[in-house]
């Protein structure tokens, strides 16, 4: 396995299509195209996962039984602010949050969101990194609400509290807003190897206060 990393880097994929009102964000939010308008922060393979140095083999998860049991487990992780998000957890790695909504070329976009989280289950359900990926996730969700789901003011606001860091200002926030909702970003889990998880390293005082705020559903 690679040694353990605390900074990852971020693809943000913005889609817009030119569709009818009609033809808006039914169905599922993964499929592409016809979904309208889709703002997701997406963490490829090898972003958003924990990194674990000397892992036994085996420790990966593969099997089907284990992702559908881990589905109820990360949806009691996220309760209390993601629990009506649609969820999906499936083998593999990268977790990724966002929302679709249609698009009009006269109207721009129109009122109806869809929310959704996906989880690449590379650790089982009670690792703690797993648990800190996934309050990253729902934390992209409560970032776009406080913010009426415009991105660009969204980001302008993190941007504030994080102005000269290395990565993405959403991501760092959305890291910091885990913790306030209880993540261990970092650590050695109970077999005793060590993880690390998220973007732009620690958080400050003043970036943890700012985070509690967006999970409170306040703007900066």
Same mark, same amino acid.
């Given at each position: 396995?690679? !040694?353990?990393?605390?900074?990852?880097?971020? @693809?943000?994929?913005?889609?817009?299509?030119?569709?009818?009102?009609?033809?808006?964000?039914?169905? !599922?939010?993964?499929?592409?195209?016809?979904?309208?308008?889709?703002?997701?922060?997406?963490?490829?393979?090898?972003?958003?996962? +924990?990194?674990? +140095?000397?892992?036994?083999?085996?420790?990966?998860?593969?099997?089907?039984?284990?992702? +559908?049991?881990?589905?109820?487990?990360?949806?009691?992780?996220?309760?209390?602010?993601?629990? %009506?998000?649609?969820?999906? @957890?499936?083998?593999?790695?990268?977790? %990724?949050?966002?929302? +679709?909504?249609?698009?009009?070329?006269?109207?721009?976009?129109? /009122?109806?969101?869809?929310?959704?989280?996906?989880?690449?289950?590379?650790?089982?359900? #009670?690792?703690?990194?797993?648990?800190?990926?996934?309050?990253?996730?729902?934390?992209?969700?409560?970032?776009?609400?406080?913010?009426?789901?415009?991105?660009?003011?969204? #980001?302008?606001?993190?941007?504030?509290?994080?102005?000269?860091?290395?990565?993405?200002?959403?991501?760092?926030?959305? #890291?910091?807003?885990? %913790?306030?909702?209880?993540? %261990?970003?970092?650590?050695?889990?109970?077999?005793?190897?060590?993880?690390?998880?998220?973007?732009?390293?620690?958080?400050?005082?003043?970036?943890? /206060?700012?985070?509690?705020? @967006?999970? #409170?559903?306040?703007?900066?």
């Amino acid at each position: 396995m690679q !040694n353990a990393r605390l900074g990852f880097g971020l @693809v943000t994929v913005i889609t817009a299509l030119l569709l009818a009102p009609a033809a808006g964000a039914a169905g !599922n939010p993964g499929n592409s195209p016809g979904d309208g308008l889709k703002f997701t922060t997406v963490s490829p393979d090898d972003s958003d996962v +924990t990194h674990v +140095t000397s892992a036994p083999s085996g420790t990966n998860v593969t099997s089907d039984a284990e992702v +559908t049991d881990a589905l109820a487990r990360i949806q009691a992780v996220i309760a209390p602010w993601c629990g %009506e998000v649609p969820l999906t @957890v499936r083998k593999g790695s990268g977790g %990724e949050a966002g929302f +679709t909504t249609s698009w009009h070329p006269l109207f721009a976009r129109g /009122d109806d969101v869809t929310e959704y989280i996906e989880i690449g289950l590379a650790r089982p359900a #009670d690792h703690p990194a797993t648990r800190a990926v996934v309050l990253h996730e729902c934390a992209h969700i409560l970032q776009y609400r406080a913010y009426g789901y415009d991105w660009a003011a969204l #980001d302008s606001a993190m941007r504030h509290v994080y102005p000269d860091g290395p990565h993405s200002p959403v991501e760092h926030m959305a #890291d910091c807003m885990s %913790e306030v909702m209880g993540a %261990e970003r970092q650590g050695r889990s109970d077999d005793g190897q060590w993880y690390g998880t998220g973007y732009g390293g620690s958080c400050s005082p003043q970036q943890l /206060d700012a985070a509690a705020q @967006v999970v #409170d559903g306040r703007r900066l």
